[in-house]
């Protein structure tokens, strides 16, 4: 059975590298290395957990960055089911939903509350 690093980066905090192996979700191994990541449903329906694809490592020892060659998120994770609450645009633009993500290669993703608040605007601001 494959496994792929993930590296968690959260929005301007530390960064952390988690094994994952390719049936496990990205939230399950996180939670298993005591790296916490926000999460609600664990059904792929809340969006709690939604994190921001930064770079996938394509050829394993060059990593692409996201933000200059756009990177299609079915390149980097399955899902287990249907990411219910991301709209197909959100998806376009690389956010992914941890609960339900299972690794495709080696990738570096954007992850923690601030991440969600990206896709949903606050009304008390």
């Not at 609600?40 to 692409?64: E, F």
């Not at 089911?81 to 290669?105: N, Q, S």
């Amino acid at each position: 059975m494959a496994s792929y690093d993930i590296t968690l980066e959260w929005v301007g905090g530390p960064t952390r590298t988690v094994d994952i192996s390719e049936r496990e979700t990205v939230l399950e191994a996180a939670r298993q290395a005591d790296a916490p990541l926000p999460y609600g449903c664990r059904t792929g329906a809340c969006g709690t957990c939604v994190g921001r694809l930064l770079a996938v490592d394509r050829t394993a020892s060059v990593d692409v960055d996201a933000t200059e060659d756009p990177i299609d998120v079915a390149d980097a994770f399955a899902y287990q089911r249907e990411p219910r609450a991301l709209k197909p645009r959100h998806r376009d633009d690389g956010y992914v939903l941890l609960c339900i993500a299972t690794p495709e290669t080696a990738r570096r993703v954007a992850v923690g509350s601030q991440v969600q608040s990206e896709l949903v605007d606050n009304p008390w601001k």
